[in-house]
């Protein structure tokens, strides 16, 4: 499966932005996704992942309550809505998709996006 990930720009603290994961090549809907984001000078981090149905979603701590996955299945994309966004979440987004169990290790994903830049400014 190929991933395209889109959605990311520059936002304010407090602001919001919608990123988008549009997959073609297989059956997206076999496929587990997750967002992992990796900021500068700093380890790639898993935030969020969402199981082939859409009604479990898992967070990272760091953005429980703030941010929520999603996917349509119809439509082939996974989305993150990022809410009450922060400097500290500036970090480059990347989607994944794994064709075994969802995980919050990145080696789970065997499929990757080429990642969107997400800056929040103070």
């Known amino acids: 499966v190929q991933l395209q990930a889109s959605g990311g720009g520059l936002v304010q603290a407090g602001g919001s932005l919608r990123l988008s994961c549009a997959a073609s090549?297989?059956?997206?809907?076999?496929?587990?996704m997750a967002w992992f984001r990796q900021a500068p000078g700093k380890e790639r981090e898993f935030v969020a992942t969402?199981?082939?149905?859409?009604?479990?979603?898992y967070y990272a701590d760091s953005v429980k309550s703030r941010f929520t996955i999603s996917r349509d299945n119809a439509k082939n994309t996974a989305y993150l809505q990022m809410n009450s966004l922060k400097p500290e979440d500036t970090a480059v987004y990347s989607c994944?998709?794994?064709?075994?169990?969802?995980?919050?290790?990145?080696?789970?994903?065997?499929?990757w996006g080429q990642g969107t830049l997400v800056t929040v400014s103070s």
């Open positions: 994944a998709a794994s064709s075994h169990m969802g995980s919050t290790w990145a080696g789970e994903y065997g499929y």
């Open positions: 090549g297989d059956t997206f809907s076999d496929y587990v």
């Open positions: 969402i199981n082939t149905y859409g009604d479990r979603p």
